[in-house]
């Protein structure tokens, strides 16, 4: 059975900081192209990062500078690094993996910027 597990959202103040995590199970996570998405309310799902199987990293131009994206291939684990977050940043998070057609999502953690 396939699972990604996302944790650390929760509520900050803006400028602040924010480390998710995703952990897989079930998938050969090192073949697999990880993604994290968001979705505020009443937009569409967006790619916010996302680090392919070789360590290709890409960004949504809006967090270039401020997110980091990476993968712990030994742990199955990937992380989003946030840092001087906006209000625009609040949505829920979802951890993704892709591989040829095969796809997955987790349930998603809730990330909130607000003073």
């Known amino acids: 059975q396939v699972q990604l597990v996302e944790s650390g959202g929760g509520l900050v103040q803006p400028g602040g900081s924010l480390r998710l995590s995703c952990a897989a199970s079930?998938?050969?996570?090192?073949?697999?192209?990880m993604g994290w998405y968001r979705q505020a309310p009443g937009k569409q799902r967006e790619l916010v990062a996302l680090?392919?199987?070789?360590?290709?990293?890409n960004y949504l131009d809006g967090v270039k500078g401020r997110f980091t994206i990476s993968r712990d291939n030994a742990k199955n684990m990937v992380s989003l690094q946030m840092a001087s977050l906006k209000h625009e940043d609040t949505a829920v998070y979802y951890c993704?993996?892709?591989?040829?057609?095969?796809?997955?999502w987790g349930q998603g953690t809730q990330v909130t910027v607000s003073s």
């Open positions: 993704n993996a892709v591989w040829y057609k095969s796809t997955y």
């Open positions: 079930g998938i050969g996570f090192s073949i697999y192209d």
């Open positions: 680090i392919t199987r070789d360590g290709i990293t």
